[in-house]
Each structure stands twice: as structure tokens, then as C-alpha cells.
């Protein structure tokens, strides 16, 4: 099968994109709007984008002209919070994806508790174990969608997350998006060290 976007209509490339580009991680969204109502909402057009400062984007799709209730709340605070969504929170990760009404909390309909993050007024969510408390650096517009890029300003993991001092993957159990309803669970990790190599020569290292 072979695909041209450029003569392909929109919602279509989107589906194939969907699930070629898989598994992405997913962004648990938290923000807080000017009026100090919570939101939250799931993204996985999601990755780390820079590492010095720590940068990470969001891409968030136009939703016919009305913003998302996530971009609202990032443009009127200017802040967010990015939960890690392992497995125990799928469910109601999920629930909170509805178009529900603005004003409407997801943190309320999806049975999950807001906490106090440190660095910024957004809360966090208190059931994820990995929390990256973020400021807007910039926002893109990137044809129909926004690229919301937040600078991470504090970080935070349960201690139960780590294994000598680094994020165990199988510990925390991240959950995947691949396309449409379906999601990735961590059932295994592989390890392969890379090739070590001079790369004056191509001569290996040590
Ligand atoms: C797992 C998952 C990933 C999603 N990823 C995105 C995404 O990357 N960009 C986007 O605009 N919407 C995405 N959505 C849809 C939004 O979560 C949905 O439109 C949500 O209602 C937005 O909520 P808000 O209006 O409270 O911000 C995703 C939904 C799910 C379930």
C-alpha cells in the first residue's frame, strides 16, 4: 500500500500517521485556566524535542476553530504539568479524552486526585508516579495544529520508580498509544549496547 498525503484527504493521513508512528508516549495534561478551574486531558503528538534546556512538545489539533481546553488553559497560565501515564491509570486516562465541557474537570469525572506541584500552579496528578512540571517556552503553529513547546522546570518520580538511582521502565510500566483505541503495555525491555567507536578511524574503543 503506498500513500500520498498531498493527494489524500486530512483525516485519512491522519489515521494511517497514527498507526505508523507507534508506540508514542502520552502526555497526561494538567493546567489550570485563569478562573482557577483544573483540567486534564491526554497527547501523544508527544516527545522530549531538547535536553539543555529541557525542552518537550505537545501538538495539540484545532477542534474547528474552538481551542482545546488545554491550549486555553497553557495560553491564559502559562504553565502545565506532563503526568507519566503507567498502566494502573489507562482507564481513566482514557475517560478523561472525552470532549467534555469546558469548566467540566476531568481530574472529577475520572475519579483521579489534583496535588499541589512545586514549581508551578497547575496541579499534578497524584495516582502518576513521574511528574514534569512545565512552563510555556513558545507556541508553533504548525498547519492545523499548535506545537506547545514547555520548558521542564522540576521533575519529580516516586523513589519506587528507580533502580540504582535511574527510572526503571519495567517499574514504571508506561502506557503506549498506537492507533485508535488500541495501547501498548511494557512486557519486556531489551538491552543492546551500542557500538563503541572512534570516530576519527571506525576502530572500536575499549
Ligand atoms: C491517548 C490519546 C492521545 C491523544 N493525543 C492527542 C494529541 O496528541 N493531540 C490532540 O490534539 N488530541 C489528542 N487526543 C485527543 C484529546 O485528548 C481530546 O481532544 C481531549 O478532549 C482534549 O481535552 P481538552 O479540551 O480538555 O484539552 C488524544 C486522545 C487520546 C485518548
Same mark, same amino acid.
Given at each position: 500500500?503506498?500513500?500520498?498525503?498531498? &493527494?489524500?484527504?486530512?483525516?485519512?493521513?491522519?489515521?494511517?500517521?497514527?498507526?505508523?508512528?507507534?508506540?508514542?508516549?502520552?502526555?497526561?495534561?494538567?493546567?489550570? &485556566?485563569?478562573?482557577?478551574?483544573?483540567?486534564?486531558?491526554?497527547?501523544?503528538?508527544?516527545?522530549?524535542?531538547?535536553?539543555?534546556?529541557?525542552?518537550?512538545?505537545?501538538?495539540?489539533?484545532?477542534?474547528?476553530?474552538?481551542?482545546?481546553?488545554?491550549?486555553?488553559?497553557?495560553?491564559?497560565?502559562?504553565?502545565?504539568?506532563?503526568?507519566?501515564?503507567?498502566?494502573?491509570?489507562?482507564?481513566?486516562?482514557?475517560?478523561?479524552?472525552?470532549?467534555?465541557?469546558?469548566?467540566?474537570?476531568?481530574?472529577?469525572?475520572?475519579?483521579?486526585?489534583?496535588?499541589?506541584?512545586?514549581?508551578?500552579?497547575?496541579?499534578?496528578?497524584?495516582?502518576?508516579?513521574?511528574?514534569?512540571?512545565?512552563?510555556?517556552?513558545?507556541?508553533?503553529?504548525?498547519?492545523?495544529?499548535?506545537?506547545?513547546?514547555?520548558?521542564?522546570?522540576?521533575?519529580?518520580?516516586?523513589?519506587?520508580?528507580?533502580?540504582?538511582?535511574?527510572?526503571?521502565? &519495567?517499574?514504571?510500566?508506561?502506557?503506549?498509544?498506537?492507533?485508535?483505541?488500541?495501547?501498548?503495555?511494557?512486557?519486556?525491555?531489551?538491552?543492546?549496547?551500542?557500538?563503541?567507536?572512534?570516530?576519527?578511524?571506525?576502530?572500536?574503543?575499549?
Amino acid at each position: 500500500m503506498d500513500l500520498d498525503p498531498r &493527494a489524500t484527504p486530512g483525516p485519512e493521513t491522519y489515521r494511517f500517521l497514527i498507526t505508523a508512528i507507534v508506540p508514542r508516549p502520552i502526555a497526561f495534561v494538567s493546567t489550570r &485556566a485563569a478562573d482557577g478551574t483544573t483540567n486534564l486531558a491526554p497527547f501523544s503528538y508527544f516527545n522530549a524535542i531538547a535536553s539543555v534546556p529541557p525542552l518537550i512538545g505537545i501538538s495539540i489539533n484545532d477542534r474547528a476553530g474552538d481551542p482545546k481546553d488545554t491550549l486555553r488553559n497553557v495560553r491564559e497560565s502559562g504553565e502545565f504539568v506532563i503526568n507519566v501515564v503507567s498502566e494502573p491509570l489507562l482507564d481513566r486516562m482514557v475517560q478523561t479524552a472525552g470532549e467534555w465541557p469546558r469548566g467540566a474537570s476531568e481530574f472529577a469525572i475520572a475519579g483521579l486526585t489534583e496535588a499541589p506541584a512545586h514549581r508551578v500552579k497547575a496541579p499534578r496528578v497524584a495516582e502518576s508516579p513521574l511528574h514534569l512540571e512545565c512552563v510555556l517556552h513558545r507556541e508553533v503553529p504548525l498547519g492545523n495544529s499548535v506545537l506547545v513547546v514547555g520548558e521542564v522546570v522540576w521533575a519529580h518520580v516516586e523513589d519506587a520508580m528507580l533502580t540504582d538511582g535511574r527510572v526503571d521502565p &519495567a517499574k514504571l510500566a508506561p502506557v503506549g498509544r498506537l492507533g485508535g483505541e488500541l495501547y501498548s503495555l511494557m512486557r519486556e525491555v531489551a538491552k543492546r549496547p551500542r557500538p563503541r567507536v572512534s570516530r576519527a578511524t571506525g576502530e572500536a574503543i575499549g
